[in-house]
DNA sequence: ATGAAAGCGCTAACAA
DNA sequence: TTGTTAGCGCTTTCAT
C-alpha cells in the first residue's frame, strides 16, 4: 500500500442539529425513530436532513450504539455451487426486499471448511448482529460454533442435526405430491434422483418421495443422489436407466438436477414423458423453458427469503413467543414432462 | 422494537497490548501490517491476538481511520434476474477469492432505478470505500452520479456510453470465433439470438457475430434479442424460424438464453446440429448438461471477480498507472451442438 | 521503534 | 420533550 484510501463524507450529526434549531441528541432521535421527539422537531431534523443530504456515520453508530447494523449471509458451501443456484438467487432478493428501508446492511460471507474457526471469530466480534446461513451441511461445525457463542441464527433449509431456527419450504409434502402424481399417471417403475445426502433438504424429499410410493403399493428402491448440480443429475439418471432399464418415471429432486436427467433421457432415446415421466422441484427459471416443459414442485424462494429475514430481525429486535422454525407450503405445477 | 440487540464481543486492543506486554499503538501497527515495529514486538503481538481470539472492532477502525474497510457490489438490475446467472456467481467467487486475507467486507447492495438517490447518497457518505458495478444498462443513471461523487468504481462488464473503469471479457473476439466455426461447418443461413441492445455486452457480441459473417461473406440480418433469460431465449428463435424457418445455425449470445432456444427447435422437430447448429456464449454450468451439450464460447468469470477486485483495491491503495480498463481473454468450446 | 493523548461521529444515560 | 456529558475501540499525530 503505497497510500491509503479516505473519503470525506459530507455533513455530520451536528451540522444538522444546528440547521433544524435542535440538538444532536433530537437529531439521533429521530435517525433511530424513537418516541419523545415533538413533531416539529421531527419535521425541522427531516427538513435539515434532506437539505444537506445528510446520511449517518454507520461505523459510529456501530460502535456508540454496541450494535452493528447489519446482518451476515453465510453461504455455507465449499464450492460455491449454491451461487449459481436460482434457489439462492431468489432468497436473496426475499432477504434484500425484506431489509428494505431498514437501517441493517447485508455482508456477504462465503465459509470453507478450512477458515470456519476464522468465519466464528468474525461473527463473533460484533461485526454483525445476527446470521442467516444457507446450504447447510450435515456436518457442518459452524452451527454449534455459532450456538456457542450465542449469536442469534436463522437457517435457510432446515438444519440436520441441530436445533437452530430455520425456515424451509414443506419439502416433504412436496416431494409427496410428486410421486402421488406420477403414481395418479399409472406410473409403476418410478425412480428418484435425490438431493445429497447429508442435507435435510434431500433426506426431506426423499422421505416424501418414499411415503408417496408406498401409499401406491409401490417399491422405492431405484434412489440415486446428485448435489444439485445439472452433471450430477446427469450421472445419476444414466446409474439408474443402467440399473432399471424399464424405469418409467423420475422425480428429480431439483430442476437444476433435471436439466442433466433429461439430457441422458434424450441421449438414450427416451421420450418424455411418453416413455419417462419426470418430475423436478422448485420451479426454477429452468423448468419452463427445460425441454420438454417440466412439470414440477413449486416452492416460493422469495419467501423462504423474506421470512428468514423476518425471523432474525424479530429476535434481534427482541421480540418473544417466536416460531423456532417455519414451514412454507408447496404446490404442484403441470407441464409436459409428466 | 421492544429491546434492541447488543453484542458483548471479545476482548479489546488493550488486553492484546498487555498481554504481549507493548501499547496499544504497537498493536495497532501490527494489525495493519505497518513499518517500523520491531520483529520481535510483531511476534508478541500475533501471540497474544491468537491466544486470546481477538478480533478488531471494525467499526472502531473505520471512525478513527476514516476509512470504511468495506467495499460495495452493486447490482443494478431491477429485476434481479442477474442474480441468477451463473455469471454473477463465478464473479462472486471470484470477488471472494481476492479479497480473502485483506481487512475488507463486501457490502451487497441492490440498486431499483427508483432509489438510486438513496443508493449514491449511501455509497458517498463513507460507508464503503469503492464500488463494484455488475450488469450495468446504458441508460443507468447511477454511473454519473457515482462519478460525480469521486467513488472509486470499477465496473464488471463494459458500460455503455460512460469512461469508468471496467474490466470485460473479450465479447466481440469470442462472438467473431463462434461466427466463424458455424461458417466454417458450412452453414449458411446463420442467425443470432443476441443480448439486450442497452447494454455493451450484447452490443459487443453483435459486433463481433456481424463481423464473423462479413468475413464469410454472409448476410447477418437474422437478428432477435433476449434479456439473458431462457424464456427471452425461446422467444426470439421462435421468432428467427418464424422469419426464416430455413436457418441452418444460431449463435445465441448466452448459454442461458441457449436453453430456451433449445427447447424451441425441439419442439418445432429441428434437429441439432443436423439441421441447426447452436453456439452459446460463457461455457456455463448448463452448457455441458444442454440437451444436446453445448458448443459455446468460454469467458473466465471468476477471473473477472478477481481482477475486478484486483483493479479497486489497487485504486484504493493509491498505485498508479493502472490500466483504466482490461479485457480477459475468451475460447471456443466445441461440444456437440455445433 | 515505541508510547501517550487526542479525537473519529455517534448513542446513551442523566439531568433539566 | 429536550439538551448535556461521557464514552464506544480504534488510529493517528507527536513526543520520546
Redesign the pocket.
Known amino acids: 500500500m503505497t497510500e491509503?484510501a479516505?473519503r470525506?463524507?459530507g455533513?455530520?450529526?451536528?451540522e444538522?442539529?444546528r440547521v433544524a434549531?435542535?440538538?444532536?441528541?433530537?437529531?439521533?432521535?429521530v435517525?433511530?425513530d424513537?418516541?419523545?421527539?415533538?413533531a416539529?422537531?421531527?419535521e425541522a431534523v427531516h427538513a435539515a436532513i434532506a437539505q444537506l443530504g445528510?446520511?449517518?456515520?454507520q461505523?459510529?453508530?456501530s460502535?456508540?450504539?454496541?450494535?452493528a447494523n447489519a446482518i451476515a449471509l453465510v453461504v455455507s458451501e465449499p464450492t460455491g455451487r449454491v451461487l449459481s443456484d436460482p434457489f439462492f438467487a431468489g432468497v436473496l432478493r426475499g432477504i434484500h426486499s425484506e431489509l428494505a428501508g431498514r437501517h441493517m446492511q447485508l455482508l456477504l460471507m462465503m465459509s470453507q471448511p478450512a477458515d470456519t474457526g476464522d468465519l466464528v471469530t468474525y461473527l463473533s466480534s460484533?461485526h454483525v448482529d445476527g446470521a442467516l446461513l444457507v446450504s447447510l451441511h450435515g456436518d457442518d461445525p459452524l452451527v454449534p460454533m455459532l450456538a456457542e457463542i450465542g449469536l442469534p441464527v436463522v437457517s435457510g433449509g432446515r438444519p440436520l442435526g441441530t436445533t437452530v431456527p430455520f425456515v424451509d419450504a414443506d419439502n416433504f409434502t412436496g416431494a409427496l405430491e410428486a410421486a402421488r402424481h406420477l403414481a395418479s399417471l399409472g406410473r409403476k417403475r418410478i425412480a428418484t434422483v435425490a438431493g445429497p445426502k447429508d442435507m435435510a433438504v434431500g433426506a426431506d424429499r426423499l422421505s416424501g418421495f418414499k411415503r408417496g410410493l408406498s401409499e401406491a403399493r409401490l417399491s422405492a428402491d431405484l434412489v440415486e443422489h446428485g448435489d444439485f448440480t445439472p452433471e450430477s443429475g446427469a450421472k445419476a439418471m444414466e446409474l439408474l436407466l443402467c440399473k432399471a432399464p424399464d424405469l418409467d418415471a423420475v422425480f428429480v429432486a431439483a430442476d437444476i438436477m433435471a436439466l442433466g436427467a433429461l439430457q441422458v433421457l434424450h441421449a438414450q432415446g427416451k421420450r418424455v414423458p411418453e416413455d419417462v415421466a419426470v418430475v423436478g422441484f422448485d420451479d426454477s427459471v429452468f423448468a419452463a423453458t427445460a425441454t420438454p416443459p417440466l412439470t414440477t414442485i413449486r416452492q416460493d424462494v422469495e419467501e423462504l427469503g423474506r421470512t428468514m429475514t423476518w425471523r432474525l430481525l424479530a429476535e434481534l429486535a427482541g421480540e418473544h413467543g417466536l416460531p423456532p422454525s417455519l414451514l412454507l407450503p408447496t404446490s404442484l405445477v403441470v407441464r409436459s414432462s409428466a
Open positions: 491509503t479516505k470525506r463524507p455533513p455530520r450529526i451536528e444538522v442539529a434549531g435542535v440538538s444532536k441528541s433530537t437529531v439521533s432521535r435517525i433511530n424513537e418516541q419523545y421527539v415533538s416539529k422537531a421531527r445528510y446520511s449517518p456515520n461505523a459510529a453508530r460502535l456508540a450504539g454496541n450494535r460484533g
